[in-house]
């Protein structure tokens, strides 16, 4: 029951404190009808002289200020009802706050798989040392022949220094089987010399003048 008076208390205060304001504003429109349509239509002349239009005036002046004053104080009575409700009844309580549960420990890391180191590289083998092979062959002077007819050299570079002392012309020709892989100028008298990269293998030399090879003029390079 106390709680239920309390509750009720602002709004019956509130209630009452606008009844200034309803009997201000009630005279003020029963005054406006009684002199526009009592007065004003039955009587042509109202208010007929100086005074009763100064007496008309101060009323109207007196009920207009009655309406607005209690119009302002009745607006603020429930402001003041609002707030000694809030002063008797007291704000209720906050709900305490649930403490926040822990959070869960996070799970270690896994360490990473170390890497496997790469395999050490092997160094490129050495290039075979290219050999060089030196040789000599000469044209024999009275016939038409060479001093040999077997040579032998390294694969590599073979170098032939070929001399003709004879007054015939002669050149020296390497083939292998059909193919010609160098010769020298065809010359009397000097020394010509001819360089030629050679693999292993059997390469033939010879003379190329004509008559000269099937003469007898030609052997075998042997290339180990």
Not at 68 to 85: D, E, F, G, M, R
Not at 122 to 132: F, G, L, R, S, V
Not at 178 to 204: D, E, H, M, R, W
């Amino acid at each position: 029951m106390h709680a239920a008076a309390l509750h009720l208390a602002p709004v019956l205060a509130a209630e009452k404190s606008r009844v200034p304001f309803f009997v201000a504003g009630g005279l003020l429109a029963a005054w406006a009808l009684i002199v526009s349509l009592g007065l004003g239509l039955r009587r042509p002349s109202f208010p007929g002289n100086l005074g009763g239009e100064r007496a008309v005036i101060t009323i109207s002046l007196v009920l207009v200020l009655g309406a607005t004053s209690t119009a302002v104080i009745t607006s603020s009575s429930p402001a003041k009802a609002s707030a000694a409700s809030s002063t008797q009844t007291g704000a209720a309580p906050a709900a305490p706050v649930a403490p926040s549960a822990p959070a869960a420990p996070s799970a270690p890391s896994t360490p990473a798989a170390p890497s496997t180191p790469a395999a050490p590289s092997t160094p490129a083998a050495p290039a075979a040392p290219t050999a060089k092979t030196s040789l000599s062959l000469a044209a024999s002077p009275n016939t038409i022949a060479y001093n040999t007819k077997q040579l032998s050299a390294k694969a590599g570079v073979v170098t032939i220094t070929f001399t003709n002392p004879s007054p015939l012309e002669h050149n020296l020709t390497i083939a292998e089987g059909s193919s010609v892989l160098g010769a020298t100028p065809t010359f009397t008298g000097g020394a010509k010399t001819l360089t030629i990269n050679l693999k292993p293998g059997t390469y033939t030399f010879y003379c190329t003048v004509p008559g000269h090879r099937a003469a007898g003029m030609e052997g075998t390079l042997k290339v180990s």
